[in-house]
C-alpha cells in the first residue's frame, strides 16, 4: 500500500517536472503513464509515453537518462521524502498498443457492417 501511495505521488510531480522544466524541442510529446516502486523505495521504474517516431522515443529516453540528476534534485524539493528513489526510465507503449487494437476492432466492424449492407433480404 505505501509503495502505491509513494509510486501515485512520484507519478504526479515527475509528470509537474516533465511538463514545466524539461523543455526540449527534440524530444516528442511525453506524458509519465506508471511509476512502480521497489519495496524498500529505493529504485522507481518510470513509464514514460512519447508521442512520435522511433527516433523521438529513443532521443527521447536518452535525455531522460542524462537530465536524471536534475529531475531527481527537482522530485527532492517537491516531496517531503528522506530519500529520493533512483530514477529508471523506460519507454512504455501500453497506449499506443491500445489504440492500435482499437483500430483493429473499428476496421472489423466496418467490415461487418458493410457485409450485412450487401446481403441480400
Not at 522530485?75 to 526510465?89: G, N, Q, W, Y
Request: aromatic share 2%.
Amino acid at each position: 500500500m505505501r509503495e502505491q501511495r509513494v509510486a501515485e505521488a512520484i507519478r504526479e510531480e515527475l509528470s509537474a517536472i516533465l511538463r514545466e522544466e524539461m523543455r526540449d524541442p527534440r524530444v516528442g510529446l511525453m506524458s509519465v503513464t506508471k511509476v512502480e516502486v521497489s519495496t524498500d523505495l529505493s529504485v522507481a521504474k518510470v513509464g514514460v509515453s512519447v508521442l512520435g517516431t522511433e527516433q523521438q522515443r529513443s532521443q527521447t529516453l536518452r535525455m531522460l537518462e542524462k537530465a536524471r540528476g536534475f529531475i531527481r534534485s527537482q522530485l527532492a524539493s517537491r516531496m517531503s521524502m528522506r530519500h529520493v528513489p533512483e530514477l529508471k526510465f523506460k519507454i512504455d507503449t501500453s497506449i499506443e498498443h491500445g489504440l492500435r487494437i482499437s483500430q483493429l476492432l473499428n476496421d472489423i466492424r466496418k467490415e461487418d457492417s458493410n457485409d450485412e449492407d450487401k446481403e441480400p433480404k
